[in-house]
C-alpha cells in the first residue's frame, strides 16, 4: 500500500507533490515525507497524515523542480518520523520512496552492516536504497545501472523512484507487484502509484510493467527499459479521468459520496450492456473469442478475492449457480495461491478487486494462468494489473473509489456478476425466456431503486444514535442476503471499531445465539421471497431471547414490523437482485454510527485501501 508521487519538470515540484500524496492518501496514511532538490536536497518527514507534513514544514525551504513524496502504510517498523520515506544511501546522495516489501531485506542489512554500512530506521525500504548506492558508489555506476543490478538482488514486491543529487535533472523509477503509472506532460514527468495525482496536469500516461524501470529526465526525454536492460516501445494511454470524481464537493465524507453516487455507478456499470426493452444483455468480456466458448463451457468458476470483493465473489457464486448452473467455488485469494489447490484448464479463475493491484488476487491469478486455466477480472481501475494480465474481463466503472470502506466498487462487482450470470443462463438454456426477460427488466430499474433505498438515511441516522455504545453486533442473512450480512458487519467493523459477526440467519442456532441478550443488536436482512417464513422464525428466536432486532425489509412488509424493534424498507425487486439494495441500509449505517463515534469515516485506523502487500 502506501501512496507515491515523484515530479520533475520546470514547476515547483512541492505543490504537486502534495496534492498528489492528497489524493493517494486512501493507499496509508501513517506517516508522509517529501524529499525536494534546488540547491541540495531538502527533506522533511513525519508521522501522521499529509496535513501533519505540510504543517511541519511551512516556513522551511520547499524550492525545487524535482521532488519525490510518500504517504506510508507502514509493513516494517512502526509509524514514526524516522521510518517515514524517503530513505537515504550511506553516503547520502540517493534519496528513494518505496511502496512494497524487501522480503530478504535482513540477509542483505547484515551483509551491508559487515561493510560498515549503518541504519537509521527499521524499514525494509532503507535497505534497498544502501544496496543501490553501495553498487553505485563501488563502480562509480550510472544510477539506472545501479538500480537494475540492486534490483536483479532482491525478493518481494516494490515500486520505487530515486533521486540522486549528483544527478537532479533525473529520476529512475521500477516496478515489479506494486503499480506505479509514469505521466507525460510537456517538458515534465510526473510518477504516481495511481492516476489520480496525474488529473488536472496530462492525459498521456505509461503504465509500467513488472520488472520494468523508467528513466525520466528534466530535458523532456524518457526510456522504458526492463532489468534485463532491454528498451520497450512505451504504450501511451489516454486517461479519462475528472477532477469532481476526485473530490468531495458538498459531503463531509469519500464514503457517503459513494454511498449516494451508486444509482449513477450502477447505472454506468450496465450502460451499453443491457436493454430491456430490446431484451438483450452484452457483456464485452464474455463475448470475446476463446473466451466465450470456454466461460459457457467451463466445468467449474472458481472466485479469487478478499474483503469486500469477496463478499461479492459469494453473491456470484449464488448467481451463477442458480442461474447459469456452473458450479462456483470461492476462494480468500491469500489461501488459494498458496495451497496448492486443484485447477484445470476447463476451469475459469475470476477475480475480483476494486484496485486491480490486490497483491494476494493477482499472485493467485498467474499460479491459476500457469496451470492452464482461463482467467478473468473483475475490477475497478482501469488499466490495473489485474486488468492486464487477465485473457478477458470487465470493468465494473464505478469511477474512482477513495473511501477506505468500499460501497459503490462493492455494488459495481454485484452489477458485473449479475449481468454476466444472467446472460450466461440465458445463452445455455438455465433461465426460461420469461425469466430472463423479467430479471431483465428488474435489473433496469436498480438505480431508480437504489435511488428509493437511499431515502432511509435520515431514518438510520436516527437509528444509529441509539447504538453507538454498542460492543457487539451480529447480522443474519439468507441466501443472497447472507454475504449481505457479512457485508454488512465489515462495514460496521472497518469504520466504527464495533465487534460485528455476519452468519447465514440458520447458523446462529449452532453457536451465536448463546451471545444473544438484551444488549445485543441483532440486523436481520429478511428480504427473500424463498425462506420468508425460515427468517421470521430466525427473527421469533432473537426475540425470544430479548435481543434486539433491526430488520431490512421488503416495501409494504407487515409480519416482520409486528416482531422486530426496528425495521427499514427497500423496494421490492427479483430475489437475485436484492443485494444491490440491500446492502444501501447497511453501508448507511455503518457510515453513521461511525460518524457519530467520531472515527474518520475514511480513513480508518490501521487500514488502507489498495492491499498491495501480502
Ligand atoms: N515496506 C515499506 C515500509 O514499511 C513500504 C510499505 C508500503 O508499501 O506501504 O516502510
Known sequence: ?????????????????????????????????????????????????????????????????????????????????????????????????????????????????????????????????????????KDNLPLEEA?????????????????DKENPTQLVAARKA???????????????????????????????????????????????????????????????MNIEKLEKGDYEYFMLKEIYEQPNTIADCMRGRLNAAAGW?????????????????????IMAACGTSWHAALIGEYLFEELARIPVEVEYASELRYRNPIINKDD?????????????????????????????????????????????GSYIHAGPEIGVASTKAFTGQVTALTLMAINMGYKRGTIPKSYYHQLLRGLEEIPQKVQEALEC??????????????????????????PIALEGALKLKEISYIHAEGYPAAEMKHGPIALIDENMPVVVIATNKSAYE????????????????????????????????????????EEPLTPLLSVIPLQLLSYHIALIRGCNVDQPRNLAKSVTVE
Not at 147 to 163: D, E, F, H, P
Not at 281 to 299: D, F, Q, S, T
Open 1 to 137: 500500500m502506501c501512496g507515491i508521487v515523484a515530479y520533475i519538470g520546470k514547476k515547483d515540484a512541492y505543490p504537486i507533490i502534495v496534492k498528489g500524496l492528497k489524493r493517494l492518501e486512501y493507499r496509508g496514511y501513517d506517516s508522509a515525507g517529501i524529499a525536494l532538490f534546488n540547491d541540495d536536497l531538502h527533506m522533511y518527514k513525519k508521522k501522521g497524515k499529509v496535513n501533519d507534513l505540510t504543517s511541519f514544514v511551512k516556513g522551511k525551504n520547499l524550492e525545487g523542480k524535482v521532488g519525490i513524496g510518500h504517504t506510508r502504510w507502514a509493513t516494517h517498523g512502526e509509524p514514526n518520523d524516522v521510518n517515514a520515506h524517503p530513505h537515504t544511501c550511506q553516503n547520502g546522495r540517493l534519496t528513494l520512496i518505496h511502496n512494497g516489501i524487501i522480503e530478504n531485506y535482513a540477509t542483505i542489512k547484515e551483509a551491508l552492516i559487515k561493510d560498515g554500512h549503518s541504519f537509521q530506521s527499521d524499514t525494509d525500504t532503507e535497505v534497498l536504497v544502501h544496496l543501490i548506492g553501495a553498487i553505485q558508489e
Open 147 to 163: 538500480v537494475r543490478i540492486a534490483l536483479s538482488q532482491v525478493v518481494g514486491a516494490y515500486a520505487i523512484v530515486v533521486l
Open 178 to 240: 506494486s503499480p506505479l503509472v509514469v505521466g507525460i506532460g510537456k517538458d515534465e514527468f510526473f510518477l504516481a502509484s495511481d492516476a489520480t495525482p496525474l488529473v488536472g496536469y496530462t492525459d498521456q500516461v505509461v503504465y509500467l510493467n513488472d520488472e520494468e524501470i523508467a528513466i525520466v529526465n528534466a530535458n523532456g526525454t524518457f526510456e522504458i527499459k526492463t532489468i534485463d536492460n532491454e528498451v520497450q516501445t512505451p504504450y501511451i494511454q489516454h486517461l479519462n
Open 281 to 301: 444483455i452484452r457483456v464485452g468480456g464474455i463475448e470475446k473469442e476463446n473466451v466465450k466458448e470456454k466461460m459457457l463451457n467451463a466445468k467449474r468458476f
Open 348 to 392: 475459469v479463475v475470476i477475480a475480483l478487486s476494486q484496485s486491480g493491484e490486490t497483491a494476494d488476487t493477482l499472485a493467485a491469478l498467474e499460479m491459476a494462468k500457469e496451470k492452464g486455466a482461463l482467467i478473468y477480472g473483475i475490477v475497478n481501475s482501469v488499466g490495473s494489473s489485474i486488468a492486464r494480465i487477465t485473457d478477458s
Open 457 to 482: 438515511n435520515d431514518q438510520i441516522e436516527k437509528l444509529a444514535a441509539k447504538f453507538i455504545n454498542t460492543k457487539h453486533t451480529l447480522y443474519l442473512g439468507r441466501g443472497y442476503n447472507f
Open 534 to 573: 425460515k427468517i421470521v422464525s430466525n427473527i421469533q428466536e432473537v426475540k425470544a431471547r430479548k435481543g434486539i432486532v433491526i430488520a431490512i425489509v421488503t416495501k409494504g412488509d407487515q409480519e416482520i414490523r409486528k416482531i422486530a424493534d426496528y425495521t427499514i424498507e427497500i423496494p421490492d425487486t
